[in-house]
């Protein structure tokens, strides 16, 4: 068969009517069918866009200039955001975004579940959808006249945006990365570089209790030593009498990963606190916790409405991080077991009970696809499993060993609805039957989703 050519050439300029959006969030337009995906682009817009990659059956596109906009066009309020890697969706009214999570959701279930049948109800948004981090880790970088700069990597690439705000952070994560950036800039202290493997400080990471107002720094550094340790944490304090906590990690790995295992709490508490609901919280540096409070605890509710718990259940809570979901579903149930992996989150948990005077949730470190065939193996048959995996998903084991333990209920709480829609599926062809599925806005101004959805299992 003879090779096609696209009908398209790198740096060609072409005109281009959006049709769709991608789940990115990139407008999708055609030249003689051959499909140019456009970061900035939205459907109904026509625009000159600059070719920038062609491949064989499809390629992409720089948006030069709109002719005709969307009236979901809205001007971006960050000045980085066309530099920035963080935020995709700032040029789209707040509802276009939420629509197009829902669209997400519903293609994947289709696509990779086959599983069009499946309700897939309006995403639940935020009512003001900024501002709304809790946790901010920020690289650090040098500027040519040797101060400190801190910010986001611009797009694909490892280049640091020197900026002074993020306006999906928490203003006080704003304010206390530019503070400890100043200080360690004028102690002297330098910064990190990824290229040549030396400098010092790496990441600033800082988390906010949204509802308690307390705030823990993390200053990660390649080295052991903390140069002038002692200055930094008296005049962070200075800058903000309430800090509870101020911690160390070294981190001397060549890695993207961000914290090292090693953390010194250098000063105050090892924990800070933050509640949800009726429930409080203690949370340590290394431990998981959702970003978005606010809208943690819609999706949290969500996944209790659909445990429709009665008081006399037995609950399995995978993936439980620090029991957050566990501590909300053992208000309701008989008796709650969590497992995770992180060991400083499960002793966590097990304090978190405490805190709460709740006594019916145990909580175990391990692997989840080890200990659920365990607790089958042992006998166990939980009424409800709900699930809260990273965004792999589930294990197949896991699967398996959930399947064999044929619960009344499985609630899926999923940060990516590829995987979700994948697991689904195996729990269908099982016995199970997907009811419903309700997409969260967990992460506005972003491509990225999170749900909830109820399985049920199958009356023979
Ligand atoms: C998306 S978080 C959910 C945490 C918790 N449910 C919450 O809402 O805060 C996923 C959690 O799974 C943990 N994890 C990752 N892989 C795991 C595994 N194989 N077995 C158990 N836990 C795992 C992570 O450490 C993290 O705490």
């Known amino acids: 068969m003879a090779k096609v050519k696209p009908p398209v050439q790198k740096n060609e300029t072409v005109t281009l009517r959006f049709e769709d959006l991608t789940h990115e969030g990139n407008g999708v337009g055609k030249v003689d069918g ?58 789209m009214s707040y509802q276009m975004q939420l629509d197009m999570k829902q669209k997400q959701v519903k293609d994947n279930m289709k696509k990779i579940g086959h599983l069009e049948h499946v309700p897939v109800h309006p995403t639940i948004g935020m009512d003001d959808p900024w501002r709304y981090r809790n946790k901010v880790q920020i690289p650090v970088g040098q500027k040519e006249d040797g101060e400190l700069k801190t910010g986001f990597y611009q797009k694909r690439s490892h280049n640091i945006i020197d900026m002074d705000t993020c306006l999906i952070q928490d203003e006080m994560n704003d304010r206390m990365v530019e503070t400890v950036r100043r200080i360690a800039s004028k102690l002297g202290i330098s910064a990190y570089d990824e290229h040549t493997h030396r400098g010092t400080l790496r990441h600033i990471m800082v988390r906010t209790g949204q509802n308690t107002k307390d705030i823990m720094v993390v200053i990660v550094t390649k080295t052991k030593k903390l140069p002038h340790q002692d200055k930094l944490i008296d005049e962070i304090r200075d800058a903000f009498p309430n800090v509870k906590s101020i911690v160390h990690n070294v981190n001397s790995a060549k890695t993207n990963v961000i914290l090292g295992k090693q953390t010194n709490v250098i000063y105050g508490d090892e924990y800070i606190y933050d509640t949800i609901g009726d429930i409080k919280f203690m949370i340590s540096p290394l431990s998981f916790y959702q970003v978005n409070p606010t809208q943690t605890k819609a999706l949290y509710d969500q996944a209790l409405q659909y445990a429709d718990l009665r008081g006399g259940e037995t609950v399995i809570d995978a993936y439980c991080g620090i029991g ?110 997907t009811q419903e599925v309700q997409p969260v806005d967990m992460f506005p101004q972003t491509s990225h989703v999170e749900c909830c959805a109820l399985i049920e299992r199958v009356k023979k």
């Open 324 to 433: 957050t979901i566990s501590l909300f579903l053992a208000q309701k149930a008989k008796k709650v077991y969590g497992v995770e992996i992180v060991p400083e989150a499960v002793t966590d948990a097990k304090k978190n009970a405490r805190l709460n005077n709740m006594d019916n949730a145990e909580f175990y470190v391990g692997q989840a696809e080890e200990l659920m065939p365990w607790w089958r193996n042992q006998g166990l048959r939980p009424d409800v499993i709900v699930v809260d995996p990273p965004r792999k998903g589930c294990d197949e084991e896991l699967l398996k060993a959930m399947l064999d333990m044929e619960p009344e209920r499985i609630v899926y709480v999923s940060c990516n609805p590829s995987t979700l829609a994948r697991d689904l599926r195996v729990l269908e062809d099982g016995g199970y039957e």
């Open 34 to 91: 051959y499909p140019l995906f456009v970061p900035h682009g939205l459907p109904g817009e026509e625009a000159e866009v600059k070719v920038i990659k062609v491949k064989k059956n499809f390629g992409f596109g720089k948006l030069l200039n709109v002719k005709q906009e969307s009236d979901d066009r809205v001007e971006p309020p960050c000045d980085v955001y066309y530099k920035c890697g963080g935020c995709q969706l700032q040029h």
